[in-house]
Nanobody, 120 residues
Framework: VQLQASGGGLVQAGGSTRLSCAAS??????MGWYRQAPGKERELVAT???????NYAYSVKDRFTISRDNAKNTVSLQMNSLKAEDTAVYYC?????????????????WGQGTQVTVSS
């Protein structure tokens, strides 16, 4: 399994940027984005299931939009109205769910981080 993230960079406060992640090697039940700011723990930003259900962190709701293309195995994050507190390394995440009989196995995969820096 490979996850290749792209996008991000330096953006002015109030601006926009887009992150994309291309995944390969499996079928993913959930795909999403997490972020980690300096000195802080990694936190969930947004996730989307294979049927399109989305989940957002409260801090980014109404500003960020996650989308997914199941055919291409890609997930994107459109980030609008960026704030200085959005500055972080953003990580693409994908979960694989395997079922064997009554047992469910979940595997987590991470892409390399991509830096988003919002200047105020």
């Amino acid at each position: 399994v490979q996850l290749q993230a792209s996008g991000g960079g330096l953006v002015q406060a109030g601006g926009s940027t887009r992150l994309s992640c291309a995944a390969s090697g499996s079928i993913f039940s959930i795909m999403g984005w997490y972020r980690q700011a300096p000195g802080k723990e990694r936190e969930l930003v947004a996730t989307v299931t294979s049927d399109g259900s989305t989940n957002y962190a409260y801090s980014v709701k109404d500003r960020f939009t996650i989308s997914r293309d199941n055919a291409k195995n890609t997930v994107s994050l459109q980030m609008n109205s960026l704030k200085a507190e959005d500055t972080a390394v953003y990580y693409c995440h994908a979960e694989v769910t395997n079922r064997k009989g009554w047992n469910i196995y979940k595997f987590d995969y991470w892409g390399q981080g991509t830096q988003v820096t919002v200047s105020s």
